[in-house]
């Protein structure tokens, strides 16, 4: 069994500015940051981290009072509650005012308000003022990355960890000039339910992170690398021009990175690690369910996001193949015209200027990015779930898989399940515990449609029972593979193996 580790071999790693040299490198830093990082060590050696509070005590206390009332705070103080010990500031006035001197303070007053919006109020902050704050968050110092990077493990085949060891940024970098630093913009968007009691209430909020910022830190929301840029107008039911008020409203919202000259100089920021770089911020990743990939792209429900595949062949299971016919905007904006309506409409695709095609070097049927939530979890094993329990019952022998799956013994990492898959409700299903019940699915199967086992089964059963019991091991494999940390060229050949 060959090692399916994906260990980066660090005497194989090589970054861009090895491969093209240095003139010629990405993320190149040109001069030290004028920001937080040395504002107030210019001339001290004695530098205040808690700047522009006293104390780290100061500044621990106004953390906590976040979220009170301004008569709460000022009480709070005034009755010494604190043993008087907080000497930044004594009323909530004084607080508000230190946190106005934050460095890159994304507070109340960075919110803007725009009525110009057909189903409401657009809530948004400054696209560019969220970015630089992640890029010059002190604690992400020792996890940014600034240049593609190739890693290869120690037989030579290419690793993918993070987000610059992979082709999208290499290639992009080579489109930008000399010493350019590329910011990837990652935006996931979600409309949520929020309540039925006032009045069927949606929220519908726009999140914002970069892809310099190591994959760990990024998804561990206590970092606050992910953060929220705006809150889009959520339609009525029933309403029109639903898709046509999302992308007005994003596109407010995004506008500066539309606007972006990538033939320029680029924009020149601090870096947490304490110097300025020309930076290019890219719209290239959108996290989002299908029907939001489907609006992004403008596409008929049913077509898929990324090719052409035909409209209602999305989730047959004798159509699985590569993904060659590939969706092409440029393609799509050369038939739009009157006489080409009937051939973007067989292609799934609706007759109008998509606004992401008109941002700098974003392919926007390739911001889509697939989620180990709903297009494995919840799409590809909850489907193929519901296909073996039906196979199961047409050869009675689902009684035995249920009471298997209800009798797993207690071990360690092993969740144990008191209801067969089918008598709970779907909604229970989430991806904790598909992903729990994958870790014990095959040993549930095996004994049941075992080949070997003679059991008086029919040839035709022996050989239906090999192939269901084929596909549910490629799926406990395929699931196993995907949620590696990295990937390499041999974990992507095992993972077609087992789809295939």
């Not at 700047?51 to 005034?78: G, N």
């Not at 057909?118 to 010059?136: E, H, M, N, P, R």
Request: one cysteine or more; charged letters at 20%; glycine letters at 6%.
């Amino acid at each position: 069994m060959p090692d399916l580790t994906c260990t980066p071999d660090a005497t194989k790693t090589k970054a861009h500015r090895q491969v093209v040299g240095v003139d010629n490198a990405g993320g190149i830093a040109y001069c030290k940051a004028t920001g937080l990082y040395n504002k107030h060590r210019m001339y001290s050696e004695q530098w205040n981290p808690w700047h522009p509070f006293q104390s780290a005590h100061d500044f621990q206390q106004a953390q906590s009072f976040s979220q009170q009332t301004k008569m709460w705070i000022d009480q709070h103080l005034e009755r010494g509650l604190d043993n008087f010990k907080i000497e930044s500031f004594q009323s909530a006035d004084a607080l508000r005012n230190l946190l106005s001197q934050l460095d890159f303070g994304l507070g109340d007053d960075s919110w803007i308000e725009d009525d110009s919006h057909i189903f409401g109020t657009l809530y948004c902050s400054d696209i560019f003022k969220c970015v630089q704050f992640i890029l010059a968050h002190l604690p992400f110092q020792a996890h940014l990355d600034f240049e593609p990077v190739c890693l290869a493990d120690s037989e030579n085949r290419r690793v993918y960890s993070e987000m610059n060891t992979g082709d999208w940024w290499w290639d992009t970098q080579d489109q930008l000039r000399a010493g350019a630093t590329i910011v990837p913009v990652i935006c996931a968007s979600n409309k949520t339910h929020l309540t039925n009691v006032s009045g069927d209430q949606h929220a519908w909020p726009l999140y914002l992170t970069i892809g310099n910022v190591r994959k760990d830190i990024r998804r561990t929301p206590t970092k606050c690398a992910l953060i929220l840029v705006g809150l889009i107008p959520c339609p009525p039911k029933g309403a029109d021009n639903t898709d046509e008020a999302w992308h007005s409203a994003v596109g407010t919202m995004l506008s500066p990175l539309r606007n972006l000259d990538i033939t320029g100089p680029g924009l020149k920021w601090n870096c947490a690690d304490g110097f300025q770089r020309q930076c290019y911020p890219l719209l290239a990743a959108w996290v989002g369910d299908y029907p939001e990939q489907v609006m992004i792209a403008q596409v008929s429900y049913g077509s898929c996001p990324m090719c052409e595949i035909p409209t209602g062949a999305l989730m047959e299971h004798s159509t699985i193949r590569p993904l060659d016919d590939t969706r092409d905007q440029d393609v799509y904006l050369e038939l739009l015209d009157e006489t080409n309506i009937d051939i973007l409409h067989n292609l799934g695709v609706h007759p109008i200027r998509n606004q992401f095609w008109q941002y700098p070097l974003c392919n926007v049927y390739r911001l889509s990015q697939p989620a180990e939530l709903h297009q494995l979890l919840l799409g590809l094993v909850k489907d193929l779930l519901h296909w073996l329990l039906k196979y199961l019952k047409a050869r009675n022998i689902k009684d035995q898989f249920d009471n298997r799956f209800t009798s797993v013994p207690r071990y360690p990492g092993l969740q144990l399940f008191s209801k067969p898959f089918d008598s709970m409700k779907s909604s229970s299903w989430q991806g904790k515990e598909i992903r729990a019940m994958i870790r014990s699915l095959a040993v549930n199967c095996a004994p049941i449609l075992d080949c070997c086992k003679d059991d008086g089964k029919t040839p035709a059963e022996t050989a239906s029972d090999e192939i269901v019991m084929g596909a549910v091991r490629a799926l406990c494999e395929f699931s196993l593979l995907v949620s590696q940390q990295n990937l390499s060229d041999l974990s992507l050949t095992a993972q077609d193996y087992a789809l295939n």
